[in-house]
Structures are given as C-alpha cells and as structure tokens.
C-alpha cells in the first residue's frame, strides 16, 4: 500500500487549521503522510544567501549577507526552528490521535516561495491549504499566499475555506 505525501501549510490561526477538514474527507489516515508546514521569519542576526546566484560578467557569486556574528545567527537560527516547531506540535499531535502519520517543518522566508520549493523537491502529491477567498480590490492589495503557492507549485493544490456555520465532521470537529 502506496502512501501518499500531503503538506498543510499552517500559519498558527485556526483559518489555516480549517484544512484539516478537508484531510479528513478527502485522505484516509491509513494511506497518508502529512507534513505540517510553518513559514517564519528569517530570524533577526542570521546570514542569509540570496536564492539565485549574482553574475557579474563572467563571475557567479552567492554574496552572503552579513546580518550579525556567525555564533549568534547560528542559535538564532537555532531558536527561530524551535519556536515553530514548538508551535506545530499540538497539530502534529492532534492528526496523530486521528491516525495520520505526521511531520513538522520549519521553513523560513517567502511564504509562497518556500511551500511551493518545499512541496516540489520533498516528492509531495498535493498540498492542502486555507484560502480566505478575496477578491477584486482586496485580494489585489493583500495578495494571497495560497493563490501564488497554486501558480509556483508544480504538485496539485487544494484550496479550502473554512464554513460559516460550525459543523462536526470526524475527529476535528468543528474549527471556525
């Protein structure tokens, strides 16, 4: 029996915990793996290297970006890991209880960037995530993370939103 690979990008508000919802419908514990995925912030003092290299004429450089001393970008990278992680176990332990075979990881930087980098190189089948649904005007000034993880991801994005009434639906009950 082929297991299959689910990522659900969380940001720690219940909106972004309404995808577990569609899991449940849609995915049989028994059959799948999910990934819990958290963005944060590159953490204040850390090195960061650009995603594509610089060339100058025929040079190609990945100049690095010195934010602070290597030892403090080290355990603030360090931190920064654990609090998200920390911040995922309720979750992770939550799908556990339901029967799913679950991870966590932190990943840092641009939301949209990092889960649709994340979701193509780990061999994933579909990521399941909130959508707030705008439109017009509002999606136009806020954006939408989900909507720009459909357009870079290479695997099948599910987009959800949570209901308006609550409803009990298996082991997650209602979450709005």
Known sequence: MTQRKVMIPLDGSEFSRSA?????????PATTAVTLVQVGEV??????????????????????ESKGHSIYSTQ???SARAEVEVGLADDAQRLRDAGYT?????LFGDPAQEIADAADSGG?????????????????????V????????LVPVIMTRPRTEETEYGPFGALN
Not at 20 to 28: A, D, I, K, S, V
Not at 102 to 106: H, L, Q, R, W
Not at 146 to 153: D, L, N, S
């Open 124 to 144: 994933f089948d579909a990521i399941v995530m909130a959508t707030h649904g705008r439109s017009g005007l509002s999606r136009a000034l806020l954006g939408s």
């Open 76 to 78: 603030a990278w360090q």
């Open 43 to 64: 953490p204040e003092g850390a090195y960061v290297a650009p995603r594509q290299p610089v060339v100058v004429g025929t040079e190609v450089s990945w100049p690095v």
């Open 102 to 106: 679950v991870y966590a990881k932190a």
């Open 146 to 153: 989900a909507e720009k993880v459909m357009r870079m991801a």
């Open 20 to 28: 577990f919802r569609t899991l449940g419908r849609l995915f049989e």
